[in-house]
């Protein structure tokens, strides 16, 4: 059984950084990503960002362009979303998921996570 868990979420300042973690458990096969997904209040859940751990195909939704970076640690089976310069447009809770590749880290992942909450003060 697929089982993916985070860490790393907090309360930061706008314009400092955070790193989240995503360690995986269960077996992934090669068509599909790990990555995050976040949902503010009041608002609907959005892919953030995707890595396919295989070849390491990164896939970036809007909220990630140019701020977020995400990597892959096999050894660790640990996925890694790097949040740059946060705005408190930011603040959701950050979930990890696992996804069909096709989906282009939009649509309906198979596996999420519990979630973690990321807080960013203005």
């Known amino acids: 059984e697929v089982q993916v868990v985070e860490s790393g979420g907090g309360l930061v300042q706008a314009g400092e950084s955070l790193r989240l973690s995503c360690a995986a458990s269960?077996?992934?096969?090669?068509?599909?990503?790990i990555g995050w997904f976040r949902q503010a209040p009041g608002k609907e859940r959005e892919g953030v960002a995707c890595i396919n751990p295989y070849d390491n195909t990164t896939r970036l939704r809007d909220p990630a362009k140019g701020r977020f970076t995400i990597t892959s640690n096999n050894a660790k089976n640990t996925v890694y979303l790097e949040m740059n310069s946060l705005k408190p447009e930011d603040t959701a809770t950050y979930y990890c998921?696992?996804?069909?590749?096709?989906?282009?880290?939009?649509?309906?992942?198979?596996?999420w996570g519990q979630g973690t909450q990321v807080i960013v003060s203005s």
């Open positions: 998921v696992v996804i069909k590749s096709y989906f282009y880290c939009a649509g309906f992942p198979d596996h």
């Open positions: 269960g077996f992934i096969s090669d068509d599909y990503d």
